[in-house]
């Protein structure tokens, strides 16, 4: 029997393996190229700044950046349907075992992910919830540690790829969670809480930068111009939802069916408050932002759920819902996508134009301070340009001008811009009215100063205004519309210090899953050789 399951494993593997080895043969193939977001930065040594850094760093420098973001998109693609159907690996329906884990990630919304680039770290954390699914599950009924050792293992590998690891597990935790209330193990919670903790803590030098100062730029605000190509997915969803809860409940009365449809309404319930209202709590607001800032990791996140909730129907009871899902993977392609899912079969990423890298070499040559696009043709590009900062949609700068290089496919006539050449389709521009990034508030230039990451020292007689964006961490600092009014001639960052500061803290609990691993096999090693290993329990009152 062991000898079967084992070669129908087998048989299942390298079929999910070869669809996306033949979904992505032109994207693993591929030169040096751009697509969507992905940008091919100069990478160099963080530091001790946080530990994910550092990992992927010899990861880049050992297999390359672009080849390790192909690992990690392929990786993603294939994990994701191997984890569902390990889950799944003992019933005897073929749809279960093929159909649902394959459409688990062969989905427009994570096909959507991978063609706009920058996306393989959301990817590849989505394709191991059902590994923090059946591990929680496993946490719940069995009485084996080791299963929470395993799940604390999970949250750390994915929150070294995606900030949003113990995010997105708490989804897909909740319904074990609420079925443990109803079973009256009230302190179960704790166990898969802990291990999200572990993993938040795993970064945490890294998640204290993002929630206290990167997600709130981004925060949660409504939604004025909600995208119709989700809005027919959500419309979808929504009917999806009501008619299978409505089967569930009164038909099916299936309570795992059931949990993960209540954890899949949740997430879109909070979506959809968080659309049409402001909220400003620290930290929380940030949390909430993360997850729902963008539409596509919201249904992409629903999916998985609504996905997996299928594995406990009875066959005859697949019918509905399954059409249901099958719909949304064939739904043709809409503005808000821009793909389906037949468009990773057609995927080519464009290659590296050969003027990139002659401009490239000219700007680092220069060290520029500041380097803008006027215009967005050849924008994913120009993106990974060194002191990139961003597109000018004119050409009006304000008080004080701290743009000194500009690229474009414009032929640009301004008397204080002079042509430095042309590289293929790209003007390069350098703007001789540039004074730097500091001045006194009447706009005449501070030309002696010293600006970090962490420090910023100018001589002169302050007040200054710096042409970097306002941050409350900045002391002796208040806003000058989205720059820095400086007050005096130091002024220190409070928060990027914090990065280094907790960097062993962080590496701490990245390590101590491993250690936890490592001394619970020693200790069951040590009490089975002393004949009275009965298993390793979780405690009394919770298997109970």
């Given at each position: 029997m062991r000898l079967k399951e084992r070669r129908n494993d087998i048989v299942f593997i390298i079929i999910f393996t070869?669809?996306?080895?033949?979904?992505?043969?032109?994207?693993?193939?591929?030169?040096?190229?751009?697509?969507?977001?992905?940008?091919?930065?100069?990478?160099?040594?963080?530091?001790?700044?946080?530990?994910?850094?550092?990992?992927?760093?010899?990861?880049?420098?050992?297999?390359?950046?672009?080849?390790?973001?192909?690992?990690?998109n392929f990786l993603a693609f294939i994990i994701g349907p191997i984890s569902v159907y390990f889950i799944v690996r003992r019933e005897k329906s073929v749809i279960k075992r093929l159909v649902i884990p394959l459409i688990y990630t062969l989905n427009p919304f994570a096909v959507s992910f991978f063609a706009d680039g920058d996306g393989e770290g959301i990817l590849l954390i989505y394709s191991l919830q059902p590994i923090v699914f059946y591990l929680t599950y496993k946490t719940l009924t069995s009485q084996n540690f080791k299963y929470f050792i395993f799940l604390c293992i999970t949250e750390v590998i994915g929150q070294i790829f995606f900030?949003?690891?113990?995010?997105?597990?708490?989804?897909?935790q909740l319904p074990l969670i609420l079925i443990s209330f109803r079973e009256r193990k009230y302190f179960f919670f704790i166990y898969p809480i802990l291990a999200d903790l572990i993993g938040f803590l795993s970064e945490v030098s890294e998640e204290v930068l993002i929630y206290l100062e990167i997600v709130p730029k981004v925060l949660v605000s409504p939604s004025n111009n909600p995208s119709l190509g989700l809005f027919l997915y959500s419309q979808i969803f929504s009917v999806l939802l009501l008619t299978f809860a409505?089967?569930?409940?009164?038909?099916?009365?299936?309570r795992y069916s059931l949990a993960l449809l209540t954890s899949a309404s949740f997430l879109l319930l909070i979506y959809a408050y968080i659309e049409n209202f402001h909220i400003y709590i620290p930290v929380i607001s940030a949390l909430l932002a993360a997850i729902t800032t963008f539409q596509t990791k919201v249904y992409l996140l629903s999916f998985g759920l609504l996905d997996l909730s299928l594995i406990y129907l009875k066959d005859r009871q697949l019918i509905i819902p399954l059409l249901f899902l099958i719909l949304i993977v064939l739904l043709p392609s809409t503005g808000a996508l821009g793909v389906n899912t037949y468009s990773l079969f057609n995927i080519k990423p464009s290659p590296i134009p050969e003027w990139y890298y002659p401009l490239y070499n000219y700007l680092s040559r220069y060290n520029p301070h500041y380097v803008y696009a006027y215009g967005d043709s050849y924008s994913r590009c120009l993106s990974s340009l060194p002191g990139f900062n961003g597109f000018l949609s004119n050409m009006s700068f304000g008080p004080f001008d701290a743009v000194e290089f500009i690229v474009t496919t414009t032929n640009l006539n301004y008397s204080w811009l002079k042509l430095l050449g042309d590289f293929g389709p790209i003007r390069l521009y350098y703007n001789e009215n540039y004074t730097g990034i500091v001045h006194y508030l009447n706009g005449s230039p501070v030309k002696d100063y010293?600006?970090?990451?962490?420090?910023i020292v100018i001589k002169g007689k302050p007040p200054f205004i710096v042409s970097i964006p306002y941050s409350n961490f900045w002391t002796n600092a208040k806003p000058y519309g989205e720059y820095i009014e400086l007050t005096s001639n130091i002024s220190y960052n409070t928060l990027s210090p914090l990065k280094g500061e907790l960097y062993y803290f962080s590496l701490i609990f990245l390590i101590l899953p491993f250690l936890l691993l490592i001394i619970n096999e020693k200790v069951k090693l040590k009490v089975s050789s002393n004949g009275?290993?009965?298993?390793?329990?979780?405690?009394?009152k919770f298997s109970k």
């Open positions: 070869v669809i996306f080895i033949i979904g992505l043969r032109n994207y693993l193939e591929s030169p040096p190229y751009i697509m969507g977001d992905t940008a091919i930065f100069p990478f160099s040594n963080p530091g001790l700044s946080n530990p994910s850094l550092t990992i992927l760093y010899y990861l880049y420098l050992t297999l390359g950046e672009l080849n390790t973001i192909k690992l990690l900030f949003q690891m113990f995010l997105f597990s708490f989804f897909f409505m089967f569930t409940v009164f038909v099916y009365k299936n010293v600006i970090t990451d962490n420090e009275k290993f009965k298993g390793n329990k979780l405690g009394n």
